[in-house]
């Protein structure tokens, strides 16, 4: 199971928007509803963002959102702050077979 | 609160088994999908298994038929056994309340450090 795509690096300045996406194929992204998106800070564990797609966990803000179109998925952080910044991976579900794929990650740069 | 702490890291020649253990807390373990996340150092994330309520596990084809991951209801741990490991197993692994299928209520521990190495 390939790593679905993400590009390696994005950035912003602070009060704007950056947008990353996460391109996989049929069999993952675009079969199902089931994207995630994690934060990772240096050495710390991920946190999970968004889920099913959209969806934001209790306690995230409503500047990160995500969407979806086809076999690419999508996050947008609105409004950049400063710890904003850090490592972005996708993730999807990929049926019963492989279960689940990671994308190839993000570091978001706020400048 | 809820909290996941993994323990059982650390130096292992190749080869070796190595047990992992995640303590929970705030939360049961059997009612929640469970799973073991990797990261090699420098590198990304990767799902290595998942254990699901009903009891059915799934594992990544790298690790498939050397790595067993199971939960012990009374102590509310997770556990996961490597056998023959390589040095392609070296990764920071992390326990985690979440799945593929990701989970509003997602915890994730802080990790625990393996290297295989001679």
């Known amino acids: 199971q390939s790593a679905l795509t993400q590009p390696p690096s994005a950035s912003g300045s602070p009060g704007h928007s950056v947008t990353i996406s996460c391109t996989g194929t049929?069999?993952?992204?675009?079969?199902?509803?089931?994207v995630s998106w994690y934060q990772q800070h240096p050495g710390k564990a991920p946190k999970l963002m968004i889920y099913?797609?959209?969806k934001r966990p209790s306690g995230v803000p409503d500047r990160f959102s995500g969407s979806k179109s086809g076999n690419t998925a999508s996050l947008t952080v609105s409004g950049l702050q400063a710890d904003d910044e850090a490592d972005y991976y996708c993730?999807?579900?990929?049926?019963?077979?492989?279960?689940?794929?990671f994308g190839t990650g993000t570091k978001v740069t706020v400048l | 609160e809820v909290q996941l702490v993994e323990s059982g890291g650390g130096l292992i020649q190749p080869g070796g088994p190595l047990r992992l253990s995640c303590a929970a807390s705030?939360?049961?373990?059997?009612?929640?999908?469970m799973t073991w996340v990797r990261q090699a150092p420098g590198k990304g994330l990767e799902w290595v298994a998942i254990?699901?309520?009903?009891?059915?596990?799934y594992y990544a084809d790298s690790v498939k038929g050397r790595f067993t991951i199971s939960r012990d209801n009374s102590k509310n741990t997770l556990s996961l056994q490597m056998y023959g490991l390589r040095a392609e197993d070296t990764a920071m692994y992390y326990c985690?309340?979440?799945?593929?299928?990701?989970?509003?209520?997602?915890?994730w521990g802080q990790g625990t450090l393996v290297t295989v190495s001679s």
């Open positions: 985690a309340r979440d799945s593929p299928y990701g989970d509003y209520d997602a915890c």
């Open positions: 705030g939360f049961t373990v059997s009612s929640s999908y």
């Open positions: 254990l699901y309520t009903g009891g059915s596990t």
């Open positions: 049929s069999n993952d992204v675009g079969g199902y509803h089931y």
């Open positions: 099913e797609v959209s």
């Open positions: 993730s999807s579900y990929s049926g019963d077979n492989t279960f689940g794929v």
